[in-house]
């Protein structure tokens, strides 16, 4: 879904930085291995700081969030 080739292999070593990304940039990661939960993120700006706040932080949702582990006999 997100594979142009680029392969980055170790999620506990790699930084954002690393990544060399430019505004409007977009990559992927897979969040569950079992339910194949793919993630869509765009880059929208950089600053050398970050503001203030709790972080990671959603900035904006499309659509309901499905829950993660459904109870599949209701």
Known sequence: M???????SDVKTT???SLN???DDV???W???GDSWWHQVNVVSISE???KGKYPRITVREGASPPQYPDFDD
Do not use: H, M, R
Not at 2 to 8: A, T
């Open 2 to 8: 997100f594979d142009d080739g680029d392969k980055v």
């Open 31 to 33: 969040f569950d291995f």
């Open 15 to 17: 930084t954002i930085a």
């Open 27 to 29: 990559f992927g990661y």
């Open 21 to 23: 990304l430019s505004v």
């Open 49 to 51: 700081k970050a503001p």
